[in-house]
């Protein structure tokens, strides 16, 4: 087992990716085939079940792009049946304090680093050391939704087993009652970054094909390019725009 995506971000190199929102296994496929190097299937807000989930790694993995998932709460039965199904990461949404961040890490690692069980699921099919080489590669990453995790994002990302940060700015921006942009918005998503640069993690910001340089060019390293929902629905209203 070895993530790519985890040894770029290391070295300091920005890592594109997408978010997957259609619950279809062929447009992640489609998408990695686009060359993006990581996926993110949102099984919080999108129609996702265990085995659509499952499916859609298949096509990632397949077109040789990593498979995350946004998981839909904090259980950690939920962490290890994402896991089994062969996620290379998590992404948890609605992280405030270094509490939930701890246990959430813990729940994603075998003993005796963290209290994962020891399933099988599809992760049967990835080799005889996927126990022993698990830990090591795979990616915790709390998403920071609200002030509260923004004003506790050093202690969040200062901890060890948490690997990336990822911001929610959507639901950021409705938490402090305003809308995105706004300079108070703004200001607490450079707060966001600057924790993530002090504790050496990488951040990640979902963004627009637009802004993305933008956000490249402040320090941050995944990079959430739209999602297949929006690319599709904006490809074809052009088209029929341009048509009539």
């Known amino acids: 087992m070895k993530n790519s995506v985890r040894e770029k971000l290391s070295q300091g190199k920005v890592s594109l990716g997408s978010w997957l929102n259609l619950g279809s296994p062929l447009a992640g496929e489609v998408m990695a085939d686009a060359g993006f190097e990581w996926l993110t299937v949102d099984a919080e807000h999108t129609a ?17 792009a990593v498979s995350f998932v946004r998981a839909w709460d904090h259980n950690p039965v939920t962490m290890a049946r994402l896991l089994d199904a062969g996620a290379y990461g998590i992404v948890i949404p609605h992280v405030s304090n270094p509490e939930q961040a701890a246990a959430i890490a813990s729940a994603m690692r075998y003993p005796p680093v963290g209290i994962r069980s020891s399933g099988t699921g599809r992760i049967a099919t990835f080799g005889s050391d996927y126990k022993a080489t698990a830990n090591d590669e795979l990616m915790c990453m709390p998403q920071i939704e609200d002030m509260e995790g923004i004003n506790n994002a050093e202690a969040i990302m200062s901890l060890e087993g948490v ?3 990822f911001l929610g700015p959507g639901d950021l921006s409705m938490s402090m009652g305003l809308e995105p942009g706004h300079p108070d918005h703004e200001a607490a998503i450079q707060k966001f970054l600057a924790a993530c640069k002090k504790a050496e993690k990488p951040a990640g910001i979902p963004t627009t094909f637009e802004a993305a340089q933008q956000r490249i060019d402040e320090g941050f390293l995944m ?6 929902l929006a690319i599709l629905s904006g490809a074809a209203r052009k088209m029929v725009e341009a048509l009539r």
Do not use: P, Q
């Open 48 to 64: 996702y079940d265990m085995s659509l989930i499952a499916d859609t790694f298949r096509g990632i993995d397949a077109r040789g």
């Open 163 to 165: 690997d990336a940060g």
């Open 223 to 228: 990079i959430d390019v739209s999602n297949e």
